[in-house]
C-alpha cells in the first residue's frame, strides 16, 4: 500500500530559524514522483517542487532545499531563515509512475507557524 | 493569465439538496481531479477524468457525481446522498504528457447545514 506520513503536525519557529519539515513515504514502485506543496492561509495549494523516483540530486531554491534519500523513504524540506510569509500548511504528496492516473496520496500536512 | 477558477469561494446550502461546485481551466490541460479537505487533514481524492467524457472514481466518490463534457470544464455536484458534505473542495489539473505536477484552484469551502 502507498502512504505518505508527515509525523510532525505543528511547528512553530521565531523568524530567521532554519525548520526542517519531514516526508516519509511507502510504496513498491520503482518509478514515482514526489511533490511538496504550499497552503497559505488562502486556501490554495502551490505547488513547490517535484522529484522524480530515479533523481537523488537535492535541490535548492532560494531558502528552499529539498533533500530526497531513497534509502530511506525521505523527502525533507528545509526552510532557511524563515520568514512570517512561510506561515503556511505545507504537505508532502507521492503519485505512482505505474498508473500514470496522477494521483496524488496526500500526507496528513505539516503547519507552519513562523512568528515575528 | 492561465489558470483554474472555481467557483463560487464560499457556498451554503440546506441539508438534501443538491449542489454543483464549478471547476475551469484554461491550461490545456488533459487531467482534471477533485479532492476534498477537512480541518486538519490531508486531501482526499474523490475523482479523476484523464480525458474527455472519461473519468474515475477516487478513494471517496459515494455521494458525489461528475461530468467531463469538455477539456476545459469539471464540474462536481455534492448530492443529497452524501452524509457529511460540509467541506473544502479543491480543484487541480495536469497535463498527461508531463511535466506532473497538478495545480491547484482557489478551493470551494461549502457549508450544508
Known amino acids: 500500500a502507498q502512504k505518505v506520513t508527515q509525523a510532525q503536525t505543528e511547528i512553530s519557529v521565531v523568524e530567521k530559524e532554519d525548520v526542517t519539515l519531514d516526508c516519509v513515504y511507502e510504496?513498491?514502485?520503482?518509478?514515482?514522483?514526489l511533490f511538496w506543496y504550499k497552503q497559505p492561509p488562502s486556501g490554495e495549494l502551490v505547488f513547490l517542487i517535484r522529484?522524480?523516483?530515479?533523481?537523488?540530486q537535492n535541490e535548492i531554491s532560494g531558502r528552499y532545499s529539498w533533500n530526497f534519500q531513497k534509502s530511506t523513504s525521505s523527502f525533507n524540506f528545509t526552510i532557511t531563515a524563515s520568514q512570517v510569509v512561510d506561515s503556511a500548511v505545507y504537505f508532502c504528496a507521492l503519485s505512482l509512475g505505474s498508473s500514470n492516473t496522477g494521483k496524488l496520496i496526500f500526507g496528513q500536512g505539516t503547519t507552519l507557524q513562523v512568528k515575528p | 493569465d492561465g489558470g483554474i477558477t472555481q467557483s463560487p469561494k464560499y457556498l451554503f446550502r440546506k441539508e438534501g439538496q443538491n449542489v454543483t461546485l464549478s471547476c475551469e481551466q484554461n491550461l490545456n490541460h488533459d487531467a482534471m481531479y477533485w479532492y476534498r479537505q477537512d480541518p486538519g487533514q490531508g486531501l482526499r481524492l474523490i475523482y479523476y477524468s484523464q480525458i474527455v467524457n472519461d473519468f474515475q472514481k477516487g478513494d471517496i466518490a459515494e455521494g458525489y457525481s461528475v461530468s467531463r463534457e469538455k477539456k476545459e470544464s469539471f464540474p462536481l455536484t455534492v448530492t443529497s446522498a452524501q452524509k457529511n458534505p460540509t467541506a473544502f473542495y479543491l480543484c487541480a489539473s495536469r497535463n498527461n504528457r508531463g511535466p506532473y505536477e497538478q495545480y491547484f484552484g482557489p478551493g470551494t469551502r461549502l457549508t450544508v447545514t
Open positions: 510504496t513498491r514502485d520503482t518509478t514515482y514522483y
Open positions: 522529484r522524480n523516483s530515479f533523481d537523488e
